[in-house]
């Protein structure tokens, strides 16, 4: 009887294609990056590339979610909110995890592939704010709003949140010599997230008591 061949893990393959295209997504862009160059630098083929994601668009669209998932995933976030029942402890998990991974000494490519995104939006935007943004973003409004005391869909709740999470995105992508050259006092990540969280609960605290509040539908005459 002749000898089976093995199988290919086809999750193997498909995490390995993912990374390959998302480092070379991040150096070069998607508009530069051929399918021809990916398929060379992954050692596979186009029908494999055809075959997990359906073409260039669908791994690319593939490439931005899990960018997405490298500065927060929805499962760390929903970790996150579980440590405590009290909103405040909830954004300063949050806030704490992010000025961290910002202190990275090298980025994960995802964090470039998503700055190229915003800098220059692709037909790809729409599907990662449907299936990376959205769910985070109404996470957050969530526990942004419990500590507001207003609606998470109250227009203060949106615009705090963007002022939230903002600064924690800046200092991600900043250059590393800031905190060498420029802003020593930046090396010191447990001072810094501390401070980024005594701004951002002053912030929200200021914001909240400027607020109005929700109105509330008038009564319609009796007849």
Same mark, same amino acid.
């Given at each position: 009887?002749?000898?089976? %061949?093995?199988?290919?893990?086809?999750? %193997? %393959?498909?995490?390995?294609?993912?990374?390959?295209?998302?480092?070379?997504?991040?150096?070069?862009?998607?508009?530069?990056?051929?399918?021809?160059?990916?398929?060379?630098?992954?050692?596979?083929?186009?029908?494999?590339?055809?075959?997990?994601?359906? /073409?260039?668009? /669908?791994?690319?669209?593939?490439?931005?979610?899990?960018?997405?998932?490298?500065?927060?995933?929805?499962?760390?976030?929903?970790?996150?909110?579980?440590?405590?029942?009290?909103?405040?402890?909830?954004?300063?998990?949050?806030?704490?995890?992010?000025?961290?991974?910002?202190?990275?000494?090298?980025?994960?490519? /995802?964090?470039?592939?998503?700055?190229?995104?915003?800098?220059?939006?692709?037909?790809?935007?729409?599907?990662?704010?449907?299936?990376?943004?959205?769910?985070?973003?109404?996470?957050?409004?969530?526990?942004? /709003?419990?500590?507001?005391?207003?609606?998470?869909?109250?227009?203060?709740?949106?615009?705090?949140?963007?002022?939230?999470?903002?600064?924690?995105?800046?200092?991600?992508?900043?250059?590393?010599?800031?905190?060498?050259?420029?802003?020593?006092?930046?090396?010191?990540?447990?001072?810094?997230?501390?401070?980024?969280?005594?701004?951002?609960?002053?912030?929200?605290?200021?914001?909240?008591?400027?607020?109005?509040?929700?109105?509330?539908?008038?009564?319609?005459?009796?007849?």
């Amino acid at each position: 009887m002749a000898t089976r %061949t093995p199988r290919t893990d086809g999750n %193997t %393959t498909r995490l390995h294609i993912l990374e390959t295209a998302g480092r070379l997504f991040a150096e070069q862009g998607f508009a530069e990056s051929t399918s021809k160059e990916i398929c060379t630098r992954a050692g596979t083929n186009m029908a494999a590339i055809n075959y997990h994601f359906g /073409g260039r668009d /669908g791994l690319y669209e593939a490439v931005l979610v899990e960018a997405h998932k490298q500065l927060v995933s929805l499962d760390e976030l929903m970790a996150l909110s579980l440590e405590s029942t009290d909103p405040r402890q909830k954004l300063r998990a949050f806030l704490t995890h992010m000025v961290e991974m910002s202190a990275q000494p090298k980025a994960p490519w /995802g964090f470039r592939v998503v700055l190229r995104e915003a800098l220059s939006p692709s037909p790809a935007m729409p599907a990662l704010i449907q299936r990376a943004v959205l769910p985070k973003a109404k996470l957050l409004r969530g526990i942004v /709003g419990e500590i507001m005391g207003l609606p998470d869909d109250h227009p203060s709740v949106q615009r705090s949140l963007l002022l939230t999470v903002l600064p924690c995105l800046v200092m991600t992508v900043a250059p590393k010599d800031l905190s060498s050259k420029v802003l020593p006092a930046l090396k010191d990540t447990k001072a810094l997230a501390d401070e980024v969280v005594r701004y951002v609960l002053a912030g929200l605290d200021a914001v909240a008591k400027a607020a109005e509040p929700p109105a509330v539908p008038k009564a319609g005459k009796r007849r």
